[in-house]
């Protein structure tokens, strides 16, 4: 059983569409995160929902807009895509209270073309 | 700003060596760092952490060293294999309801058979 599982892997697709990543983990955690990892791979958070509340939002951009309708869901939607948007995204979840490191999904590559 | 990660992109050993990759942290009220492991076209895996009341901590063939002082970590990989050629990140936790992993840059480690 996959803990921290992404849809789709891959995804290619033109300037100025809309597009979906869906998130989902069965470890009963009550936060969630969404990470941008750049072609440096520095790994950057962009947001976090603590039992489908948002918590933290790091300055990205309004059209990426993220929905969690519950908690083992968290999805990120992306409008209007740039170039500037390729990346690998990664879901992540963790238990509050309890300190051992978030578990990541096995990431989303977008490529904007 | 926030930042961890001392700019040390590749280390190259031969099997059998032991590795050490060196972290600089800045945030003086983080009180739990972690090692993660990346493996090519997979997510972030947890390694080993550390608590900020610890110097020391030891796994199976890794051990992380924590130096409050300076502000600084480090993973020692003990008789390094070619399985563990993967690019390593020190992260550190800040905040609450899950707070928010801040991650290094990352350096890439290559093993020689």
């Known amino acids: 059983d996959t803990a921290v599982s992404q849809t789709p892997k891959y995804l290619v697709t033109q300037m100025g569409n809309d597009k979906s990543i869906k998130c989902e983990q069965n470890l009963g955690h009550d936060t969630m995160y969404w990470y941008k990892q750049d072609s440096k791979k520095f790994l950057k958070i962009m947001f976090s929902?603590?039992?489908?509340?948002?918590?933290i939002n790091e300055t990205v951009p309004n059209r990426f807009s993220p929905k969690s309708p519950d908690k083992a869901h968290l999805n990120l939607h992306i409008n209007s895509l740039e170039l500037g948007d390729s990346a690998v995204y990664f879901c992540?979840?963790?238990?509050?209270?309890?300190?051992?490191?978030?578990?990541f999904g096995s990431g989303t590559r977008l490529t904007v073309v | 700003g926030e930042s961890v990660g001392l700019h040390l992109p590749t280390l190259s050993v031969q099997e059998g060596d032991n590795s050490i990759i060196n972290c600089a942290y800045s945030?003086?009220?983080?009180?739990?760092f972690i090692w993660y492991k990346q493996e090519s076209g997979k997510g972030p895996q947890f390694i080993i952490d550390?608590?900020?009341?610890?110097d020391k901590r030891q796994g199976q063939r890794v051990t992380v060293l924590l130096n409050k002082t300076v502000k600084h970590l480090s993973l020692q990989i003990a008789a390094t294999q070619p399985g563990d050629s993967a690019v390593y990140f020190c992260a550190e936790k800040i905040g609450r309801k899950g707070g928010k992993l801040i991650f290094g840059q990352g350096t890439e480690l290559s093993v020689k058979p």
């Open positions: 550390i608590r900020s009341n610890m």
């Open positions: 992540a979840s963790s238990q509050t209270g309890k300190n051992y490191g978030y578990t």
């Open positions: 929902y603590n039992n489908k509340e948002l918590i």
């Open positions: 945030n003086s009220a983080s009180d739990y």
